[in-house]
C-alpha cells in the first residue's frame, strides 16, 4: 500500500506513519481506506507547521504570542480557564490593594491584567471597576483628529503587529460597605500563557517603593546593573530590564536639574552636599574656572 504525504521540511513523514501504525492505527488492506490515514498524517503535519509559523511570529517576550496577521482563526484556538485561580471571597480594603492582587495573581500564571475601565467617581452609583486581559479587543488604527474632524493620515509602508487577540477574559469588581470584591465574569483566555515576562514593559513597571530604592541608590553612585541585581534581590519576581533602570535615572536628573544648565546644576550640587570649591568668572558672568 502506497501513501502520499504533504512535504513538511520539519517531520520525517515515515515517522509519523510508523508511530500512528504503533498506537493503535492498525493499517488493514481490507479495513482501513488509504484516504483516512493520508488525512491523519497531513493534520499532524499542518499543526506543526502552524505552531512553527506562531512562534517565528511571536513576541521576543511572551513566546508564541499572536503578533500580524493570525494563521489560526481566533475561533478555533483552545481556551485557557483560569476561573478558580481569581475565584476569591476575600474583601479587599482598598482598591490599591485589589489590584495589586489581580495583577500578582495574574502574574503568577503569566498573563498581564489590566484595567478596562473604572467608575469610582460617578456621584450616586457604586463604585466598580472592570479588569480584563492585555490582549483584550481588536487594534484600532490611529486616526488623527483636528477641530474634532478625521483627517487622513498617509498609511505607514512598514508592516506592525499587534498583540491584541480579542481575548475574552474579564474580572468585575465592586465596592460595598465593608470593601471591595471581585467576580470572575469570563476566565478563559484564547491564548496560551507567556513563557516568561522578562523585557515586558508592562509586567516590568517598578512600584513606587522601587522607584525610590533605583533613585537612592543612584545618588549613592551605585551602578545600574547592580541596582538591577538588588531589585530582584529583594523581589524574586520582578521582571524589570536594565533599560528601565536607565529610564527611571534620567526622570530623575531630569527633574534634579529643572532647567538648569550642566555647570548651574553643578555648582548647585556642590552646594548641597557642602563641597569646597572655588569659581571665576568674567564680565559676562560665565564661569571660566572651577576649582
Not at 15 to 43: A, F, P
Not at 47 to 66: A, F, I, P, R
Not at 211 to 235: F, G, M, N, Y
Amino acid at each position: 500500500m502506497e501513501i502520499s504525504i504533504a512535504s513538511s521540511p520539519s517531520i520525517d513523514k515515515q515517522e509519523i506513519v510508523d508511530s500512528l501504525i504503533h498506537h493503535d492505527l492498525e493499517l488493514e488492506d481490507h479495513t482501513m481506506d488509504t484516504m483516512e490515514v493520508e488525512k491523519q498524517v497531513t493534520d499532524v503535519v499542518v499543526t506543526e507547521q502552524k505552531l512553527q509559523q506562531e512562534v517565528l511570529q511571536g513576541d521576543t517576550s511572551t513566546l508564541g504570542s499572536y503578533v500580524g496577521p493570525s494563521t489560526i482563526p481566533t475561533s478555533t484556538r483552545p481556551p485557557y480557564d483560569y476561573t478558580e485561580h481569581f475565584t476569591t471571597e476575600t474583601v479587599f480594603p482598598s482598591d490599591e490593594a485589589l489590584v495589586d492582587w489581580i495583577r500578582c495573581t495574574g502574574k503568577q500564571h503569566r498573563f498581564i491584567i489590566v484595567i478596562k475601565g473604572s467608575e469610582k467617581c460617578i456621584k450616586n452609583r457604586t463604585p466598580r471597576m472592570r479588569f480584563s486581559c492585555e490582549r483584550s479587543g481588536k487594534y484600532r488604527p490611529f486616526v488623527k483628529k483636528v477641530d474634532g474632524k478625521e483627517v487622513a493620515v498617509k498609511k505607514r509602508v512598514r508592516s506592525t503587529g499587534t498583540k491584541k487577540c480579542e481575548c475574552p477574559f474579564e474580572l468585575k469588581a465592586v465596592k460595598g460597605n465593608d470593601g471591595w470584591t471581585v467576580s470572575v465574569h469570563n476566565g478563559t483566555h484564547n491564548h496560551p500563557p507567556a513563557v516568561y515576562l522578562e523585557g515586558h514593559s508592562y509586567a516590568g513597571r517598578l512600584s513606587a517603593e522601587q522607584t525610590s530604592t533605583v533613585v537612592d541608590l543612584s545618588v549613592a553612585l551605585v551602578k545600574p546593573r547592580e541596582i538591577l541585581t538588588h531589585l530582584k534581590v529583594q523581589d524574586p519576581e520582578n521582571v524589570t530590564s536594565i533599560k528601565t533602570v536607565y529610564n527611571v535615572r534620567q526622570k530623575y536628573q531630569v527633574i534634579e536639574k529643572a532647567g538648569k544648565s550642566q555647570m548651574q546644576h553643578l555648582l548647585d550640587r556642590l552646594e548641597k552636599y557642602k563641597y569646597v570649591h572655588w569659581t571665576r568668572g568674567n564680565e559676562t558672568e560665565n564661569v571660566t574656572e572651577l576649582f
